[in-house]
Nanobody
């Protein structure tokens, strides 16, 4: 069974850093595009970053230069390194795998459909 599990969230002060992990089971993660998304209370889901099976990456303008997505194939895990965190980065962060059947959530930023979502990890940036 295909499963994604996020971890690494927490409480951090503005300007701080966190590294989120998205661990996959039931499939080989590097054969899929994996995306990171976030949703703050009362707001719509926001596309954050993705990494293709070939290693190409995309970032939302709001995180470009501060966040870095990467993949460790040996650990079957995708990471999101978040630096210079701002108050507005507070949200639940989710990872998702690209849909093979063009089902699920369509990301206009990444131009792909995503399904197979993890449960999310809370990131709170507060002083």
């Amino acid at each position: 069974q295909l499963q994604l599990v996020e971890s690494g969230g927490g409480l951090v002060q503005p300007g701080g850093s966190l590294r989120l992990s998205c661990a996959a089971s039931g499939f080989t993660l590097n054969t899929y595009t994996i995306g990171w998304f976030r949703q703050a209370p009362g707001k719509e889901r926001e596309d954050v970053s993705d990494i293709s099976s070939a290693g190409f990456t995309n970032y939302a303008d709001s995180v470009k230069g501060r966040f870095t997505i990467s993949r460790d194939n040996a650990k079957n895990t995708v990471y999101l390194e978040m630096n210079s965190l701002k108050l507005e980065d507070t949200a639940i962060y989710y990872c998702a795998a690209e849909s093979v059947n063009s089902n699920g959530y369509y990301s206009s930023l990444f131009g792909r459909y995503f399904d197979y979502w993890g449960q999310g990890t809370q990131v709170t940036v507060s002083s």
